[in-house]
């Protein structure tokens, strides 16, 4: 045997390679991932170029570039998002590339933007008001559009325009301009210009209410759910979790009891969620919600009011679902304050809780806040418990609004996990769906990510900090 | 780790009394209390707060679990029955046995149809101050022979008479609401008499049933002829109705004496018992031509067949005998592909004492109430094969019984003429253990099956509650994540504690830990909608990736060992890893591109009609590998940080020592560290199943939750977890679906637990041996 070869196998360092890739394959995974999101998500706002394509049996398609590859069958094509669903029933199409004769970007091609059915793309007909033609011919038309869109943003009467808009194709159709949102010539827009739409779009997103079945518009109220959801938590979960964890550090006897105590709580945070949720759907919303309608709004029975699943019952079962988290974080904060402290303290004559107030809690604090935010991470980003305890995918009203109380615990909200659910697998046209679904994605991971981030470098700071006391 | 407690020594207590000086005259709090009076009350005020409300909080905490099995204990309670005081009733003259006994369905007000008169009597707790309702007398009392009871709608019932007549009548209760105040009517509709046969003999038994167009009536005569009537209501064009009678004698096609007889709800089967015990099944959807479908011995050693009713639903047939004996009897076909039948046992019952003389069914499930000569009546479940109560006579034998319409309540007429009320609560009747865990027969199956199938689209549908199809998808799910997350993870986490460079570690393990932090529904969402369609898509290339991956990394090893030591010295130990990053997308990429070509080479050119042919596996879109993956991605970073921490808590003087005496970083590894370190990975092992096993959002959106049993990789399942969040939104409060819900909750949460205690005992084991060192 050679020598390199018995160093190869016998010396091991070909495991050691192995273990390396299990680790590159783990790195890639996660890589791909938060590229693959962060490139559809931040893609959805670009304002790509409008391509008409000229084909073979002389027919136009008009549309943006969505994506290309070979079919099954070994011929390449390009997928085109081609709008007009109200014309075409479809939102994609698969071109291959060998019928297609030309490919233009005319600067006149626009996008119409409407409330209802998607985008148009297009050239602009004509602008009539009620019956007369106000303007006619594509750049005429593109001249005077501004300033009434303008106009109509402010004003909330119907203005009786209409905007006759034609397809590739010159099929016509008559759209009233108060269905109109934006109507923009993508091909004509310099670089910086489109990075100002960008800019525009990606606020639009943030926030404005969804339309068309949640495929479309913003994730407003989603984000706004979601908020308010975690600070509900966190409002309920911080005392909690904080009492607890004082109780079994400083005031409980260390026994057979609390350290058993300790790994239920513990195993209470392996928990599944889906179960946190059967026990939110039983005890909070038809337990507690049920009582309480029961004795307060029995005028209402059997419309329940806090009998079934809102704001805050969704709250109270991430709450539980978070507590463990809290409880353990805060004890390892209150384990790393230095005994010295607390003998300084009590040597200096102050009574136990004083001690605990002005010494330990100012010294565990960075700890506690670390237990909380990896709390209110984890309550982001679950869903399975929200979907029995009041999720929905459309709220009526969001939970807070001007009139009494002003915050109202009793309504479903909305929340970007289940958004994702719920316009990813049961909405009717996934495909045209499928683009908000990855902006959502990318809010969603930004806000878990960071709170995350901040979580693990304070408690990695924490750690360094006490890392000679008694971690 | 530990700080042993704060020893609650207080600082006030040994506070001299004389100290120095008096406190300031500010600190007296309303002239009472001295400032370390409410020092020392605030500090027993926040003792007890804490104490109180820590122990209260963890208690709650804790307290899911009991609120968990709470929920669940009534499915498996016993039924409960509560009687009421018997009602004496005056006797009729007649000495004839035939009688009838009904009651409303808020179980307030009865009927008696006997001795040839329908009379009404309110039971306990029925509205006060209502009016007695005078006795119906219809025919002449001694002149009614048998009565017979139409299921459906309403309360329809036929009384036979002497001279071969068959009166029908409908009884319906009518609750009005003045105010608060209620009232209960019945009306009554007496029909035309129809003749039973063509000459006037005594109806000695009677079957009767109505639908939209039909009235059928079978009646057993005196002479021992059993002559069946259709009455049809056909609509002519013009609006107006006609109705046609047919008549046929059936006594010829049933060899033997007849003994019972029923009729379905639907009117179009006719079950006829024999002495001998045999069953004939005749189909009458032609009224003028009846045929003979099928004979079937339905009775152990010939005994009389004394009583027979179909169950609801109409597929299964109640059979009791002389000797006691019950069983079900349901249509089964006779072999996997045919549409031909025969009737089969599924369900067999506990023996009556005696005879068997009548069977009610309910209304409402497979349940079913029997009575015998010795006047005891029992009440059974058909498919989950129970007897949930008997009743034993208290008051003289139990006669005529109807089960009430909601199934809660029944009444009975003894022997002594007194009317009994019982009050049923048995609200789960279909649940046991082994329903829930072992194979049912249930109707239309050719087998007992594990069925979960909580809704469907018609009416007369029954619930088949199987859990045992849920775990197996959850252990399906669970064995491909792990499958492919433990290899991944304890590799990564192996190199990162000992063989990486800790610059790089100080970077890695940060960005593997947010990892899991990444919400599931979002793996779920990219599995579903991303991964699934690109794996379909490029299969065989996902095949050839782990066929030649591994292959690749052993190549690239050898090739930079035999790279001349000058150069090989230039890099540094310790990134093996990262310069694998470009080999592996080289590989994954060059696998894609050959994805066609490898398709012909492998699979014959289309691999889902190979796998088919070969395998004879299907393939489904959404199917175990796209969970296995996703939901192993969701796994690993947790085994991996467990691991990674068990690892590098191996003291380091004990691998110091190893690599000392001359073993290599292999050598040191494998019989060093990984044994040392072989419990914390292990329990990083359990804590990944136990994540893997409650999993819910990638289960729900990256299968197709169809809870087959199957342990292809190319077809999805359905888990405990993802069962629970698509049926409980619509389950009823507190009914059958709700509480098995919650079972599965209970059996989730029990597994967690269970897997986590485990890993927790073992990792603190493994921290006190180590802190030996």
Same mark, same amino acid.
């Given at each position: 045997m050679k020598p390199w070869v018995r160093y190869f196998f016998g010396s091991g360092e070909l495991f050691i390679w192995g273990c390396g890739a299990g680790l590159s394959l783990s790195l890639l995974m996660i890589g791909g991932l938060l590229v693959l999101i962060l490139l559809n998500g931040f893609g959805y706002f670009w304002p790509a170029d409008l391509v008409e394509l000229t084909l073979k049996d002389g027919k136009h398609v008009i549309g943006q570039l969505a994506g290309e590859e070979v079919s099954p069958k070994g011929i390449p094509r390009i997928r085109m998002k081609i709008g007009n669903r109200d014309l075409y029933g479809l939102d994609y199409r698969w071109i291959n590339t060998d019928q297609i004769i030309e490919r233009t970007k005319p600067p006149d091609l626009v996008m119409v933007e409407r409330r209802e059915w998607g985008n148009f793309y297009g050239r602009l007909g004509t602008l009539h008001k009620e019956d007369q033609i106000v303007a006619e011919g594509s750049d005429a038309v593109w001249q005077s559009l501004p300033p009434l869109l303008r106009h109509q943003e402010s004003s909330e009467t119907e203005s009786g325009y209409t905007l006759r808009i034609v397809d590739a194709n010159g099929k016509e159709k008559s759209v009233s301009l108060s269905q109109v949102?934006?109507?923009?010539?993508?091909? $004509? *827009?310099?670089? /910086?210009?489109?990075?100002?739409?960008?800019v525009g779009n990606v606020w639009t997103v943030l926030t404005t209410e969804p339309r068309e079945a949640n495929t479309e518009g913003g994730i407003f109220p989603a984000i706004f759910g979601t908020v308010m959801m975690v600070i509900i938590m966190t409002v309920v979960v911080t005392p909690v979790g904080v009492i607890s964890a004082l109780y079994l550090r400083e005031y409980a006897r260390q026994g057979v009891i609390v350290r058993t105590v300790r790994i239920a709580v513990n195993n209470l945070a392996g928990v599944p969620s889906i179960v946190f949720g059967v026990f939110g759907l039983g005890f909070f919303v038809y337990g507690v919600g049920g009582t309480i309608d029961a004795l307060w709004f029995s005028e209402r029975l059997p419309t329940p009011t806090f009998g079934t699943g809102g704001i805050l019952w969704a709250s109270l079962t991430l709450a539980l679902l978070t507590v463990p988290v809290v409880i353990i974080a805060t004890e390892e904060g209150l384990a790393a304050v230095p005994r010295e402290y607390r003998e300084g303290s009590i040597g200096l004559g102050a009574t136990k809780w004083e001690t605990i107030w002005k010494v330990v809690l100012p010294t565990a604090l960075p700890g506690i806040l670390t237990g909380l935010i990896l709390a209110m991470a984890r309550a982001a980003g679950e869903v399975a418990p929200l979907m029995l305890t009041g999720v929905v995918k459309l709220a009526p009203a969001m939970p807070i609004d001007g009139t009494w109380p002003f915050l109202h615990l009793d309504r479903k909200f909305m929340h970007l996990g289940f958004h994702i659910y719920d316009v990813g697998f049961q909405s009717p046209n996934v495909e045209a769906a499928k683009p908000m679904v990855y902006v959502t994605t990318l809010v969603l991971i930004l806000v878990v990510v960071t709170l995350n981030l901040t979580g693990i470098v304070m408690r990695n700071r924490m750690r360094k900090k006490y890392a000679g006391s008694a971690v | 780790m530990n700080v042993p407690p704060f020893a609650p020594t207080s600082a006030l207590q040994e506070e001299p009394p004389s100290g120095r000086g008096s406190f300031p005259a500010s600190a007296i709090v309303g002239g009472l209390l001295s400032r370390r009076q409410i020092r020392s009350i605030t500090d027993r005020v926040t003792r007890f707060i804490i104490k109180t409300g820590g122990i209260g909080i963890i208690l709650c905490i804790l307290g899911m679990c009991i609120f968990l099995v709470k929920e669940v204990i009534p499915l498996f309670q016993q039924a409960q029955v509560t009687s009421t005081e018997p009602i004496s009733l005056s006797a009729p003259e007649s000495s004839s046995s035939a009688a009838l006994i009904g009651i409303d369905e808020q179980q307030e007000l009865a009927y008696v149809l006997r001795g040839g008169s329908l009379g009404f009597v309110f039971l306990a707790g029925a509205i006060p101050? &209502?009016?007695?309702?005078?006795?119906?007398?219809?025919? +002449? $009392?001694?002149?009614? &022979?048998?009565?017979?009871? =139409?299921?459906?709608?309403?309360?329809?019932?036929?009384?036979?008479?002497? $001279?071969?007549?068959?009166?029908?009548?409908?009884?319906?209760?009518t609750h009005e609401f003045k105010g608060t105040d209620r009232s209960i009517s019945p009306s009554v509709t007496v029909g035309a008499p129809i003749m039973a046969a063509p000459t006037?003999?005594?109806?000695?038994?009677?079957?009767?049933?109505s639908t939209e167009s039909d009235v059928r009536i079978a009646a057993l005569l005196q002479d021992q002829h059993l002559w069946l009537t259709t009455s049809r209501t056909t609509s002519r064009p013009d609006g107006t109705a006609a109705a046609s009678i047919t008549q046929i004698d059936l006594t010829p096609t049933i060899p033997g004496r007849i003994t019972a007889f029923t009729l379905a709800s639907r009117a179009e089967i006719l079950a006829v018992g024999t002495a001998e015990g045999n069953l004939y099944h005749m189909d009458l959807q032609e009224p003028a031509s009846?045929? *003979?479908?099928?004979?079937?011995?339905?009775?152990?050693?010939?005994?009389?067949?004394?009583?027979?009713?179909?169950?609801?639903?109409?597929?299964? *047939?109640?059979?009791?005998?002389?000797?006691?004996?019950?069983?079900?009897?349901?249509?089964?076909?006779?072999h996997p592909g045919t549409n031909m039948t025969h009737m089969a046992l599924i369900h067999r019952f506990a023996d009556h004492r005696s005879a068997v003389t009548n069977i009610t069914i309910s209304q409402r499930d497979k349940g079913f109430i029997t009575s015998d000569e010795g006047g005891e009546i029992r009440l059974h479940h058909s498919t989950s094969d129970q007897t949930l109560l008997t009743l034993t006579p208290q008051h003289g034998p139990l006669r005529n019984t109807y089960f009430s319409p909601k199934a809660d309540g029944?009444?009975?007429?003894?022997?002594g003429n007194r009317l009994i009320h019982y009050h049923i609560a048995n609200p789960y009747p279909e649940i046991t253990w082994a329903t829930l865990f072992s194979p049912v027969w249930y109707e239309g199956y050719d087998q007992p099956k594990l069925v979960w199938q909580s809704s469907s689209g018609s009416d007369d549908f029954e619930p088949k509650f199987s859990l045992t199809p849920l775990i197996f998808g959850t252990i399906k799910g669970t064995v491909y994540a792990v499958l492919l997350a433990v290899p991944l993870a304890v590799l990564a986490a192996i190199y990162t504690a000992m063989f990486m460079h800790p610059n790089l570690r =100080?970077?890695?393990?940060?960005?593997?830990e947010i990892m899991a932090a990444l919400p599931t529904v979002v793996l779920g969402f990219l599995a579903g909608l991303w991964f699934a369609p690109i794996l379909e898509r490029n299969f065989p290339a996902i095949t050839a990736m782990v066929l030649v991956l591994p292959l690749a990394i052993a190549v690239s090893a050898g090739f930079f060992l035999i790279l001349p030591a000058s150069l090989r010295h230039r890099i540094r130990p310790g990134v093996e890893a990262l310069l694998l990053i470009p080999i592996i997308v080289a590989v994954v990429w060059g696998c894609l591109e050959a994805n066609a070509w490898w398709e012909s080479f492998l699979f014959d050119g289309h691999y889902k009609p190979w796998l088919e042919s070969h395998l004879g596996l299907n393939y489904d879109q959404r199917n175990a590998i796209v969970?296995?993956?996703?939901?192993?991605? +969701?796994?690993?970073?947790i085994i991996y940080s467990i691991s990674e921490e068990a690892l590098s808590n191996v003291p380091k003087n004990l691998i110091a020592g190893s690599l000392a005496l001359g073993a290599t970083r292999w050598q040191?590894? +494998?019989? /060093?560290?990984?044994?040392?370190?072989?419990?914390?990975?292990?329990?990083?092992?359990?804590?990944?199943?136990?994540?893997?096993?409650?999993?819910?959002?990638?289960?729900?959106? =990256?299968?197709?939750? &169809?809870?087959?049993? $199957?342990?292809? *990789?190319?077809?999805?399942?359905? &888990?405990?977890?993802?069962?629970? +969040?698509?049926e409980i939104p619509e389950a009823p409060h507190g009914g059958t679906l709700y509480r098995t819900l919650f079972l599965a909750g209970l059996l989730l949460f029990m597994a967690t637990f269970a897997l986590n205690t485990a890993a927790e005992l073992i990792r603190q084991r493994l921290r006190s041996k180590y802190s030996q060192f």
């Open positions: 949102m934006r109507v923009l010539r993508p091909n $004509d *827009l310099s670089t /910086l210009e489109k990075l100002w739409v960008y | 101050a &209502t009016p007695e309702i005078p006795l119906r007398q219809l025919v +002449a $009392d001694g002149s009614m &022979t048998a009565v017979a009871r =139409a299921l459906g709608k309403g309360h329809n019932l036929a009384m036979g008479t002497v $001279d071969g007549r068959v009166i029908l009548m409908a009884i319906e209760f006037p003999q005594p109806i000695s038994k009677m079957a009767y049933q009846p045929v *003979l479908v099928e004979t079937t011995r339905a009775s152990e050693q010939g005994k009389a067949i004394t009583a027979l009713a179909y169950l609801m639903g109409d597929r299964s *047939l109640v059979v009791g005998n002389a000797s006691g004996q019950i069983s079900v009897w349901t249509p089964v076909r006779e029944l009444v009975s007429l003894t022997e =100080a970077k890695i393990k940060p960005t593997i969970v296995g993956v996703a939901m192993g991605f +969701a796994i690993i970073p040191t590894l +494998a019989h /060093l560290v990984l044994i040392s370190a072989s419990p914390g990975i292990f329990s990083a092992l359990m804590i990944g199943l136990g994540r893997a096993v409650g999993e819910t959002m990638i289960v729900l959106m =990256a299968t197709g939750n &169809t809870p087959i049993m $199957d342990w292809s *990789l190319f077809n999805g399942f359905r &888990t405990l977890s993802a069962n629970i +969040a698509v």
